[in-house]
C-alpha cells in the first residue's frame, strides 16, 4: 500500500532496472494485453514488458490521459504500445473488443488480468451495490478477458495469462471482505483454468502482491504505513516493479512448467 513519502519508480528507472536482469528482445514478436494498466501495477507492467520487446495494449476504463501517458513513456524506453478502452466488466463488450484487437495484432500472446478496485467497508455495513462492483470488475473481469484470449492461445498452442491476485485473497482482511473474496476467486480462477488449458502449452499463474506503492492506497498516511512495514520481514513496501519483475518471469518460457501457481511478492509478509 501506498506511502505517501515514497514515489513510484519513473519509466527510465524501471527499463534499466528490467533490461538489466532480463534480455532486451524477450519478448519480440508477441502481444501483451495489460488491463488496468493506465497506473500503479499495470502501469510498471506494462512498462516493463514494453521494454522487453513486446507490443503493449495498455487497457482503461476511464481516464484516457493516464493511458495515452503510460503508452508515451513505453515509447520513450523504445517499446510499442497503443491503448484500448473497455470496461472488463462488460462480458459482451470485452469479447467485442479483445476479438477486435486480435485482428489488428495478429492475436494476444500474454494476457494480464490486473484491473482492480476495492469498495471497503465492515461486513455489516457493506453495501449489495458496492460487493457486486468489487467482483464484477476483479473476478469477473478476469473471467471476461481470459474468455476472450483463450479461443485464440488454443489454437496456436501457446500463450500465457497471469491473474494479479493479492495477499488479501489469502489471508483475508477485515474490511475488506469484497476485495478479499474477489482476490481469493482469481486464484480458484486461475487454478481451475491451468487445469483446463495445460495440454494446450497455455500457462495460467497468479500473483498476490503485498504492500506497493499505488494509487488505490494512496489514503494511507505515514503512522499506517509505518505500522504496515513493521508487519513486513523486508521492513519496506514495495514499489510496483517488484511485481513486475514477477510478471515477467511468468510471461516467459522460463516458466513454461509452471502452471495453476500463486506467487506472493510481498516481501515475506504471508510466510506460513
Known amino acids: 500500500m501506498e506511502n505517501t513519502e515514497k514515489k513510484q519508480a519513473t519509466a527510465a528507472e524501471i527499463a534499466q532496472i528490467i533490461s538489466s536482469i532480463y534480455a532486451k528482445n524477450l519478448f519480440n514478436g508477441k502481444v501483451a494485453l495489460v488491463t488496468g494498466a493506465s497506473r500503479g501495477i499495470g502501469r510498471a507492467i ?18 484516457a490521459a493516464a493511458a495515452e501517458s503510460v503508452v508515451s513513456e513505453i515509447k520513450e524506453c523504445n517499446g510499442i504500445a497503443t491503448c484500448a478502452k473497455f470496461d472488463v466488466a462488460d462480458f459482451n463488450l470485452v469479447l467485442e473488443s479483445i476479438k477486435v484487437l486480435e485482428k489488428e495484432h495478429g492475436g494476444i500472446d500474454i494476457l494480464i488480468n490486473n484491473a482492480g478496485i476495492s469498495k471497503d467497508n465492515l461486513f455489516v455495513k457493506f453495501k449489495e451495490d458496492d460487493w457486486d462492483a468489487t ?29 494479479i491476485s493479492s495477499v488479501v485473497g489469502l489471508t483475508g482482511n477485515a474490511g475488506q471482505t469484497a476485495y478479499a473474496a474477489s482476490k481469493a476467486g482469481v486464484i480458484g480462477l486461475t487454478k481451475a483454468l491451468a ?9 495460467i499463474n497468479a500473483l498476490a502482491p503485498g504492500y506497493f506503492t499505488t494509487d488505490m492506497t494512496s489514503t494511507l498516511g505515514s503512522d499506517v504505513i509505518k505500522k504496515i512495514e513493521e508487519k513486513i520481514p523486508s521492513e519496506k513496501v514495495g514499489d510496483p516493479i517488484e511485481v513486475a519483475k514477477a510478471v515477467i518471469f511468468l510471461a516467459s518460457q522460463a516458466s513454461s512448467y509452471i502452471t495453476g501457481q500463486t506467487l506472493a511478492v510481498d516481501g515475506g509478509m504471508t510466510m506460513h
Open 195 to 203: 487445469l483446463e488449458l495445460a495440454g494446450r502449452n497455455i500457462q
Open 46 to 63: 506494462s512498462i516493463a514488458l514494453g521494454t522487453l520487446g513486446a507490443k503493449v495494449i495498455v487497457n482503461y476504463a476511464g481516464n
Open 135 to 163: 467482483l464484477n470488475t476483479n473476478l469477473k473481469g478476469s473471467f471476461n478477458c481470459a474468455r476472450a484470449v483463450a479461443m485464440g492461445m488454443m489454437r496456436k498452442r501457446s500463450g500465457k495469462i497471469i491473474n
